[in-house]
């Protein structure tokens, strides 16, 4: 059972506090708030509402976690998001912008 999401949607802040306060993540940070970023997602695709607040930080974080995944993951994640988008327009388009930055850096070498 997924908890609730007012509890996912703290437990995101939380990291997303704790990364910006450090000013860097940890792998296992970044994987554990993509994570949670994406029970976000699922749960505004079925109908949940979550603040535009919310949605920033965990399109924020996926924005950090996008530069370590593997190319062929970055397109699933863009796609698990995409709920948000409505959510946090501008950070959506920011994270179309770095995932396309990302994948060329990655196709150059």
Do not use: C, W
């Amino acid at each position: 059972m997924m908890p609730a999401l007012d509890e996912i949607a703290k437990e995101l802040e939380r990291v997303y506090d704790a990364i910006k306060r450090r000013g860097f993540a940890h792998d296992a940070e970044l994987a554990y708030g993509l994570g949670l970023a994406v029970m976000i997602a699922s749960a505004v695709a079925s109908g949940e509402n979550v603040s535009e607040d919310v949605a920033d930080k965990a399109l924020h974080i996926a924005s950090l976690a996008i530069d370590r995944a593997p190319p062929e993951n970055v397109i699933l994640i863009l796609r698990a998001l995409r709920p948000l988008r409505d959510k946090a327009p501008a950070r959506y388009i920011q994270l179309l912008s770095h995932a396309l930055e990302t994948l060329s850096r990655k196709a150059s070498r």
